[in-house]
Structure formats: structure tokens, C-alpha cells
């Protein structure tokens, strides 16, 4: 058994078989191949975090024999200056990203796993990785780089706003759908009522729940004007959406309108409203006695905070996990079908619990695409399981996100990993602006109905 399980991981890392885990579980190929993408991107990220790390700078430099002797060997300055810092984190994501946009035009319109360029994508796993780190490297060596640095910005700006645009789409789709297949189960179970009023009732505590919340710990009687704005202009927001959802004239054009899916919408602007009051700098004014007082943040979460390391830790773990989920949910083909317009009709809708997983028609598919290797199902001979294109299109993406977002988007410069999650007025923008795209979204799809001439449009 481990002689052969040995001979396929060789296969897998250097040939087109697809990967499997060694005395594991069986896994389907297409699993397997997202999965070994997402370890090279989670790969590159920890490497950018440890790049913008002043903590990890400073043991290298006290633990390392003869450090700054390797630093000149290598050309990358004195302190290996080269090595560490924004410009870094820019070439290493440079790298990534051209590798994920190279697979994205390799890939384009296959259909299954028997093409040459299928082979490509499920396998040879030891030389992409060469190919990654060789792409990630050979950035550093980009003449100009001070012109580079400059233009790369404004693209990773461009691509990081992109992907938090295409997130919120699928969040907006993700709110439909779900209205949509539960509404469908009321036709022969009237049970499915009482589940939609369930979910609407909770999202609607939550939302009122922690606008109440953020009024109590983020704003006080006399300050916190910019904080008590906000929360009245979200929660303005999420009332709006309810009464828009409602409407007569929204009903009439889409009778599968209803406040669930305000109630889910107005959950997650409460979750950035709260994410970026969290992450604002904090404000600091002198009490009566003339000392130093921080004000408009909970006091609680102030110990915590002192902890950088810690802080750090928890928070880089967070991102990938949540940049992740977004790659790996968002390319799914019906995710890609609901970017393009492309919806299942009402009436082939089957009422699910766990709808967002597709049916359970799965299993039979698998056995008849069986192969003889006892780990690995290759599941895509007849279709693919998901876009190829646009899986690495996302991860492509991805890579201009993390390359924003970890060196504090526009404030770069005075960027690193142990302040970034102590507060940024970047940061602060960037998550109240995509709160706001996220209502536009939704209000579009329900008011971009009323002006079209033709009453088909449904989400």
C-alpha cells in the first residue's frame, strides 16, 4: 500500500495524475486540484505577511549568523532591505498574480479533463511550484523599479476593488437564491414558511442587535459625531432596502422579492459596519486632568489589541481563511452562471436546507467516473465541475487583494504586519465604501426590473 501510495503522489507532482491524500479518504480530482492551488496561494501570503513583519526582520537579524554577509552576497542591501517591506510584498504578489493569469488563458474553454491543457491544470503540481517560486523571484529583478512599484499599485488597486465588487455580487445572488429555493418548497410543504420567517427573524435581531450594540460601545454623549453619522446613515440604509423589498411595484415585477433577502443584506452591512469602525484609528483627546484618553472604541478590546504579535497572528489567519472561502465559493459553476445573468428557472427549483451544495445527485456520477487508481475520482471526464478560467481569474484577483490589503492599500509606506489590524484610515474607506456598493447592488436588482419593458427579469 505505501509503495503505491508513494508512486502516486510521484505521478501527482510530476505527471498528470490527479492528487489524492496518502492513506486518506478517497477525493475527487476536482477537490483535489483546488485544494493544492489554495496551498500554493495560502503559501505566498504567509510569505508576504512575514515580508511586512518588523518582528521577523529583527530576529533574522539577531539570530542569523553572518547576516548582513549574506545580505551583501545576495545583492539585497545591507539589512536585506530588498527582502522585507512594501516593495516587496509588491514583487512576490506581481509574481502570483502573473502566474494565476497565465493558467487563466491556458485554461480558457475547457469543457472536461481529457484535454492536453486539462492534464496541465490537474497535474504536474512539483513543476508549478517551481514555476511560482521562479515567477515570484525573477519580480525582483524588473529594471525600473521604482516605475514598476507605481504602475503595479494602481493595477493591484484596480483588480483588489474588483474582486470586493464581485464578492458582493455573489453575496446579492447568494441572498436570491436562497428567498428562491425556499419559497419553491412552499408549494407542497408550508413548513418552509415558517423556516423563511425563522431566518428573517434572526438576520433582522442581528442587525438591529449591533447597530444598538455600536451605538453603545462606539459612540459617546459628547464626540464620536463621524460614528454616530455612519450608523445612522447604515441603519438608514438597511431600513430602506427592507421598504424597497417590499414594495408593491418591486413585488409585481419579482414576486420572489421579499425582506429575507433584505434581512441578509442588512445582517452583512452591519458586519462591515462594524468591521470598519473597528478598524478606524483610534481617536485620543485629553480627560479634565490633562492626561491621554482613547475614546469612540470599546474599552474591552484594548488589552487584546496591546498584544501585537498575537493580534497579527490571529488576523493574517483570518484573511486567508475569508479570502479563501471567497475564491473557492465564488467558482462554482453556478456562481459563474449568476455573474452572467444565468439563473435556474422557478419551477425546476427543489426546496434544499443545504441548497448552496448542490443536489445529492453527485455520488452516482462519481462511481461512473471511477477509475481504476482506488484514491482519486476523476469526476470531470464528461464536464467540468467548475470554470478552470475563472477559478484562476479569481485566485488572480486574490493576489492583487492580498497585495492591497496587506500593505495598508494606500498607506504602504508606513505598513507592517503588527499595526495593520490596530486601525487604518485606508482600511477604515475601503470596508464603509464596500458596504455601500453592497446596498447599491442589491437596490439595483430590485429597482432594474421597473425599466425594462419586458416582466421576465428574475433573480
Not at 126 to 135: E, Q, S
Not at 366 to 382: A, F, L, S, T
Request: with cysteine; aromatic share 14%.
Amino acid at each position: 500500500m505505501s509503495a503505491r501510495c508513494c508512486a502516486g503522489q510521484l505521478a501527482c507532482c510530476c505527471g498528470n495524475a490527479g492528487c489524492s491524500y496518502c492513506c486518506g479518504p478517497k477525493v475527487r480530482q476536482s477537490r483535489s486540484t483546488r485544494f493544492m492551488y489554495a496551498l500554493y496561494f495560502i503559501l505566498v501570503v504567509i510569505i508576504c505577511c512575514v515580508m511586512m513583519s518588523d518582528t521577523v526582520a529583527n530576529q533574522m537579524r539577531e539570530h542569523i549568523p553572518y547576516f548582513e554577509d549574506i545580505c551583501k552576497g545576495i545583492k539585497a542591501g545591507d539589512t536585506c532591505e530588498k527582502l522585507v517591506g512594501y516593495s516587496a510584498v509588491y514583487r512576490v504578489c506581481f509574481g502570483m498574480a502573473c502566474f494565476f493569469f497565465i493558467f487563466c488563458l491556458l485554461t480558457l474553454n475547457i469543457n472536461n479533463s481529457k484535454s492536453c491543457r486539462a492534464y496541465i491544470h490537474n497535474g504536474f503540481w512539483f513543476f508549478k511550484l517551481l514555476l511560482l517560486g521562479a515567477m515570484c523571484s525573477g519580480a525582483f529583478f524588473i529594471p525600473d523599479q521604482e516605475t514598476f512599484l507605481n504602475a503595479w499599485r494602481y493595477v493591484g488597486a484596480v483588480g483588489g476593488f474588483l474582486f470586493i465588487v464581485i464578492q458582493l455580487l455573489l453575496l446579492v445572488e447568494f441572498a436570491h437564491k436562497w428567498n428562491k429555493n425556499w419559497t419553491a418548497g412552499t408549494a407542497t410543504n408550508k413548513l418552509w414558511y415558517a423556516s423563511l420567517s425563522l431566518v428573517t427573524l434572526i438576520a433582522y435581531s442581528i442587525t438591529t442587535g449591533g447597530l444598538i450594540w455600536m451605538a453603545v460601545f462606539y459612540t459617546q454623549k459628547d464626540g464620536c459625531m463621524e460614528n454616530k453619522i455612519l450608523l445612522g446613515v447604515n441603519g438608514g440604509l438597511c431600513l430602506l432596502m427592507s421598504v424597497v423589498s417590499i414594495s408593491p411595484s418591486v413585488r409585481d415585477r419579482q414576486p420572489h422579492s421579499g425582506i429575507l433577502q433584505s434581512g441578509l443584506i442588512s445582517c452583512y452591512v452591519t458586519y462591515l459596519t462594524f468591521s470598519a469602525l473597528s478598524s478606524k484609528p483610534a481617536e485620543v483627546v485629553l480627560d479634565e486632568h490633562g492626561k491621554n484618553v482613547t475614546i469612540c472604541v470599546p474599552n474591552f478590546g484594548q488589552d487584546l489589541y496591546r498584544d501585537k504579535t498575537l493580534v497579527a497572528g490571529l488576523g493574517t489567519a483570518i484573511l486567508c481563511v475569508c479570502i479563501l472561502y471567497s475564491c473557492l465559493t465564488s467558482t462554482t459553476r453556478s456562481s459563474s452562471d449568476a455573474l452572467q445573468g444565468r439563473y435556474t428557472a422557478p419551477e425546476l427549483e427543489v426546496a434544499r436546507c443545504c441548497f448552496c451544495f448542490g443536489s445529492g445527485g453527485e455520488d452516482a456520477e462519481e462511481k461512473r467516473n471511477m477509475k481504476e487508481g482506488p484514491r482519486v475520482i476523476y469526476d470531470e471526464k464528461k464536464s467540468t465541475v467548475y470554470s478552470y478560467a475563472y477559478f484562476h481569474f479569481m485566485f488572480f484577483l486574490a493576489s492583487l487583494y492580498v497585495m492591497m490589503t496587506v500593505t495598508n492599500w494606500f498607506n504602504y509606506e508606513s505598513a507592517n504586519i503588527e499595526t495593520f489590524f490596530s486601525g487604518s484610515w485606508s482600511i477604515f474607506w475601503v470596508k464603509m465604501a464596500s458596504c455601500w456598493i453592497c446596498v447599491l447592488l442589491y437596490l439595483g436588482t430590485l429597482i432594474a426590473p421597473l425599466c425594462r419593458p419586458s416582466p421576465q427579469y428574475s433573480v
